[in-house]
């Protein structure tokens, strides 16, 4: 009995798994396939490796992808923080819930308005400030911190949330000013958030490209918008390369992120644990 | 031995015998109210405490007596009235400069530092060069029995021994007040009657003056020297222990503190030496060695401690402060017994008894009929 249902659990797994990993699984096999045609098996080869590295379009987008998400993570931690912050430790200020709202607008706002809306905000701010000129890599930066705060906010007030208020308040107590409080106390503390935050603005960043169409101008393709573009005019398995090369370092940073992780949390338990039997 | 001239300029933590609180209490708590929107936490508070006292605020949740401890370390702003420590008025000192520490009821441990660490933040604060923070960390450290733990994170200690350090990263500051939010709230049972005496001890040793907030009224008579009972954001009574449990001065905290009968009934006789009451719910007048400053046919309680009650099988001779009952419940607890007694006119009564022999077959068992009698200087009669 107990055999049959774990088999047919273990069939519904492997049902799930293939639906959500099977479109990757493809890209990853075609991305060593010897034929031009994408959807032809034509022998192993990984000569679209080398092409990849000879197509100086496609590696100056990822050049500037790269530096885009980076510098997006750096700033939308930065600003996500005090936001977060903010939204969990003021209390209900005047204007406590406009706030919230509009920290977390973007998380629900389709992304063609954001895109939109940013767009005509860079236009009508050039032609009354002069500022910023044109489209570019600073408009793609500044679209993306936009959106890249919400999640850094709500990931970061969540956490404070469940962090004791009373450890902040000892600190105060000890005698150290709430600014230093904030940064020797609560942000070692909430690093593991910050961490999260960051590496979520990053490959939020990366990946997008409905916003980054709208307020890129010359000069400053990402990614995304080459590959798109690359797609419609027809599929190049070179465009499986790249997409093995991102996912197997996406899944590097995101397998050590969590081995560390797990391995923290045993740590810490065991030596809870240990305290727990020495008493 | 040398000292040093910075140890010489510290003041001493210790009482000074010289400064006697008759004269000027050392807190001074006046009028004190706090309101958060539409709802008063606290109201009207005046309390003074001497130098050296460990003082407790004893009351249920949502009294107010956390609202009062946060107020004096400054964690919230009182909505009217003055605190004055040492003769300092502190409404314009923010938190981080107070000469007040408190214990937290979580102990709120910085969980990235180690024990050591802990303890010395305090003083890192207060820019103590680096030399001395290591020896009074390791001093202070040794005082609650900790120095082994030096290096450990606060994961790594139990409970109990959190709140030593927790103690010690508090102590080792020297504050002139220290306050205790639920000191034993975070340990079990065994443990905590443990570390009640053990932590007065401390306390006793360094001299500081202390207030701490309990909803044990047990912990509360352990390690207090004096306990204001609260309720609904004001102080009800104040007095040592004994006082407030034995001199009663409302209902409240006649039931509040411990098990109590309370009879009500008015007065037929009032005089400076004894009062007479007469109750509907006992068959004889209540005889007690006391008068109040009332009238005759006045409404007033009879509080009398089970412990108090005395029963017997066989009638008392006496005219006052007795009655009758069959005994309804028994429960044993091995140093003492207690017995649920149904009065003729359906109240319950309790009554404690010590089992001082090991013979059961003379107590009283279920279903008799049993006499309860008390000696004039039992009860309490209470006008609120």
């Given amino acids: 009995m107990k055999g049959r249902t774990s088999y047919k659990m273990i069939i519904v797994l492997a049902l799930g798994y293939a639906f959500l990993f099977g479109p990757i699984v493809i890209l990853i096999v075609y991305s060593f396939n010897a034929s031009k045609l994408v959807t032809v098996w034509g022998g192993f080869s990984l000569k679209w490796y080398g092409e990849l590295l000879k197509d100086k379009g496609i590696l100056d987008a990822f050049w500037n992808s790269l530096r885009i998400a980076f510098c997006t993570a750096g700033f939308a931690t930065a600003l996500g923080t005090i936001a977060g912050y903010v939204m969990a430790r003021f209390g209900r200020f005047r204007g406590h819930t406009t706030f919230a709202s509009t920290i977390t607008a973007p998380l629900v706002m389709p992304e063609v308005i954001t895109g939109l809306a940013s767009l005509l905000l860079f236009v009508s701010m050039e032609r009354i400030i002069g500022w910023p000129q044109g489209r570019g890599m600073l408009t793609i930066w500044i679209a993306h911190v936009t959106f890249a705060t919400a999640f850094v906010a709500i990931i970061v007030s969540s956490r404070l949330r469940d962090m004791d208020l009373s450890i902040e308040e000892a600190a105060l107590d000890l005698g150290a000013p709430p600014l230093k409080v904030f940064f020797v106390i609560t942000l070692p503390i909430i690093a593991p958030a910050l961490i999260s935050g960051w590496l979520l603005a990053f490959t939020l960043s990366l990946d997008d490209l409905v916003i980054t169409s709208f307020v890129a101008g010359p000069g400053s393709t990402t990614l995304p918008m080459k590959v798109f573009s690359a797609a419609r005019l027809g599929i190049s398995p070179k465009i499986n390369a790249i997409g093995t090369l991102i996912v197997l370092i996406a899944s590097f940073f995101i397998v050590s992120f969590s081995i560390i992780s797990f391995k923290m949390e045993k740590k810490r338990k065991r030596e809870a644990q240990q305290a727990f039997e020495n008493n | 031995?040398?000292?040093?001239?910075?140890?010489?300029?510290?003041?001493?933590?210790?009482?000074?015998?010289?400064?006697?609180?008759?004269?000027?209490?050392?807190?001074?708590?006046?009028?004190?109210?706090?309101?958060?929107?539409?709802?008063?936490?606290?109201?009207?508070?005046?309390?003074?405490?001497?130098?050296?006292?460990?003082?407790?605020?004893?009351?249920?949740?949502?009294?107010?007596?956390?609202?009062?401890?946060?107020?004096?370390?400054?964690?919230?702003?009182?909505?009217?009235?003055?605190?004055?420590?040492?003769?300092?008025?502190?409404?314009?000192?923010?938190?981080?400069?107070?000469?007040?520490?408190?214990?937290?009821?979580?102990?709120?441990?910085?969980?990235?530092?180690?024990?050591?660490?802990?303890?010395?933040?305090?003083?890192?604060?207060?820019?103590?060069?680096?030399?001395?923070?290591?020896?009074?960390?390791?001093?202070?450290?040794?005082?609650?029995?900790?120095?082994?733990?030096?290096k450990r994170k606060s994961h790594q200690l139990s409970g109990g021994q959190m709140q030593r350090v927790a103690l010690a990263r508090i102590l080792v500051k020297r504050p002139k007040l220290l306050l205790l939010d639920e000191p034993m709230a975070a340990l079990d049972k065994k443990l905590r009657a443990q570390m009640q005496i053990e932590l007065v001890d401390i306390l006793e040793d360094v001299g500081v003056t202390c207030i701490m907030v309990t909803h044990d009224q047990e912990e509360a008579m352990t390690m207090a020297s004096r306990i204001a009972v609260m309720d609904k954001g004001s102080i009800i009574q104040t007095g040592p222990p004994s006082v407030v449990y034995e001199f009663p001065n409302s209902r409240f905290t006649a039931e509040f503190i411990g098990s109590v009968n309370l009879f009500h009934g008015k007065i037929v006789e009032d005089a400076a030496d004894h009062a007479i009451i007469r109750c509907e719910e006992i068959e004889n007048d209540v005889y007690i060695d006391h008068g109040v400053t009332g009238t005759a046919d006045m409404l007033v309680s009879v509080a009398i401690r089970p412990e108090k009650m005395i029963v017997t099988h066989d009638k008392p001779d006496e005219k006052y402060n007795w009655t009758q009952g069959i005994v309804e419940d028994i429960v044993y607890l091995g140093s003492f017994s207690t017995y649920y007694v149904k009065l003729t006119n359906g109240k319950r009564a309790i009554a404690t008894q010590a089992n001082l022999n090991r013979t059961i077959h003379e107590r009283p068992t279920w279903e008799q009929k049993v006499y309860l009698s008390w000696l004039p200087v039992s009860g309490v009669m209470l006008t609120k």
């Fill in chain 2, 1 to 150: 031995m040398t000292t040093t001239p910075e140890q010489k300029k510290e003041p001493s933590i210790g009482a000074d015998a010289s400064k006697p609180f008759v004269l000027k209490p050392f807190v001074e708590i006046i009028n004190i109210s706090k309101n958060f929107d539409n709802f008063v936490a606290v109201s009207g508070i005046n309390l003074q405490i001497a130098e050296g006292e460990i003082f407790a605020l004893l009351g249920s949740s949502g009294c107010g007596k956390s609202t009062l401890l946060r107020m004096l370390a400054g964690l919230e702003t009182p909505t009217t009235g003055e605190i004055i420590i040492d003769g300092q008025d502190m409404a314009s000192i923010p938190p981080f400069k107070r000469p007040i520490n408190m214990m937290f009821q979580s102990y709120a441990l910085f969980p990235h530092m180690t024990v050591e660490k802990n303890v010395a933040f305090g003083l890192k604060q207060d820019r103590v060069p680096k030399k001395q923070i290591k020896e009074r960390v390791m001093e202070i450290l040794k005082l609650v029995e900790m120095e082994a733990y030096a």
